[in-house]
Nanobody, 119 residues
Framework: QVQLVESGGGLVQPGGSLRLSCAAS????????MRWYRQAPGKEREFVAS????????GYSDFVKGRFAISRDNAKNTLYLQMKSLKPEDTAAYYC????????????WGDGTLVTVSS
C-alpha cells in the first residue's frame, strides 16, 4: 500500500539547519508531484513547498523562500526538504504529501516529523 514516511526532524537551535526526508513506497513515485506541509501547535496545516515530477518546477510559501529547498531523488523514491536559518516560528510537525493534479489537492499524507527550533 501507499506509504510516506518522514524522518530527520528534531531539536535545533535558531539559525541552525535540518534536512527532512520522505521515503515513498507502494506507488510509482516518479509520476507524482509532491509537497511539504507543516502544522504548528494550535494552528492549521499550511503549505511549505512543492515540486513537480522531475524537479523542474518548484514553489515555496513566502515564509520559507530563500531558507528552505525542496528536492527529490526519483531513483531512491525520496523527497527532501533542506531547511536552513531556522527560526522558532518554524517549529511544527512537517508532513510530506502526494499531490493529485486532478483533485487539486493531496491524496496521501505521511505521519509527520517534528521540528523544534529553540535555544
Amino acid at each position: 500500500q501507499v506509504q510516506l514516511v518522514e524522518s530527520g526532524g528534531g531539536l535545533v537551535q535558531p539559525g541552525g539547519s535540518l534536512r527532512l526526508s520522505c521515503a515513498a513506497s507502494g506507488f510509482t513515485f516518479s509520476i507524482y508531484a509532491m509537497r511539504w506541509y507543516r502544522q504548528a501547535p494550535g494552528k492549521e496545516r499550511e503549505f511549505v513547498a512543492s515540486i513537480n515530477t522531475d524537479g523542474s518546477s518548484i514553489g515555496y510559501s513566502d515564509f520559507v523562500k530563500g531558507r528552505f529547498a525542496i528536492s527529490r531523488d526519483n531513483a531512491k523514491n525520496t523527497l527532501y526538504l533542506q531547511m536552513k536559518s531556522l527560526k522558532p516560528e518554524d517549529t511544527a510537525a512537517y508532513y510530506c504529501a502526494r499531490w493529485r493534479d486532478v483533485l487539486e489537492s493531496p491524496d496521501w499524507w505521511g505521519d509527520g516529523t517534528l521540528v523544534t527550533v529553540s535555544s
